[in-house]
């Protein structure tokens, strides 16, 4: 199995643009989840899907932030219009909806905005 | 709403000696609990998961934890480290009848020669 994948890796940006990120989630695993990560406020979920429909949204930073999984194998994340402050980490991770099963993350995507 | 508290968010320990980062967790309800490791660079990896019975549960890497109810804790050890331990450790939270798993703020292990 390829993992989570996520592209891409990097993306440098100026502020004001819009920004997609893109996440293939495991095949068979029917939870996805976004996450952001910063030296100053560590790992936040920002938000989660189950079986393609989000479940919790509350992480969202704010409207700038968008999310869709259209079908079980491809979910964005986008970031609209992208400012200094969104510089970070996103990370896409999935999982069998099912409780007590460990969620497998992707390798990242390293935005920064200029 | 599960949370959890890493109490450590930095701990330095020379090569081969133990080292054990702390968790606590809170939540009304029977939850399982996790560890992953995360290298510079990567995303998370997991080292071990309590789901149900013995405490003490084995993972990767030499590392264990052990499961104590009484005093919600979820701590983490390792009898001998190595440089190569030296990674971001998250403790991580989720209730029994769901998959949203709530993390840790992350605990710095660095392993020094």
């Known amino acids: 199995d390829a993992g989570v994948i996520q592209s891409p890796r990097h993306e440098?940006?100026?502020m004001g643009q819009e920004v997609t990120l893109r996440c293939k989630p495991i095949s068979g695993h029917n939870s996805l989840f976004w996450y952001r990560q910063t030296m100053m406020r560590g790992l936040e979920l920002l938000i989660y899907f189950n079986n393609n429909v989000p479940i919790d949204d509350s992480g969202m930073p704010e409207d700038r932030f968008s999310a869709k999984m259209p079908?079980?194998?491809f979910s964005t994340l986008k970031i609209q219009p992208s400012e200094p402050r969104d510089s970070a980490v996103y990370f896409c991770a999935s999982s069998p909806r099912l409780a007590g099963h460990e969620q497998y993350f992707g390798p990242g995507t390293r935005l920064?905005?200029? | 709403a599960q949370s959890v508290t890493q109490l450590d968010s930095q701990v330095p320990v020379f090569e081969e000696a133990p080292v054990e980062l702390r968790c606590n967790y809170s939540s009304s309800v029977s939850v399982y609990l996790f560890w992953y490791v995360q290298y510079p660079n990567q995303g998370l990896q997991l080292l071990l998961k309590y789901l149900s019975?013995?405490?003490l549960v084995k993972?990767?890497?030499g590392f264990e934890a052990e499961f104590n109810k009484s005093q919600t804790s979820f701590h983490l050890r390792k009898p001998?480290?190595?440089?190569?331990d030296t990674a971001e450790y998250f403790c991580a939270v989720s209730e029994w009848n769901n998959n949203d798993m709530r993390f840790g703020a992350g605990t710095r292990l660095t392993v020094k020669p």
């Open chain 1, 12 to 14: 440098v940006t100026e």
């Open chain 1, 71 to 73: 079908n079980a194998s």
């Open chain 1, 112 to 114: 920064t905005v200029t």
């Open chain 2, 53 to 55: 019975g013995s405490t």
């Open chain 2, 59 to 61: 993972g990767i890497n």
């Open chain 2, 80 to 84: 001998s480290v190595h440089i190569s």
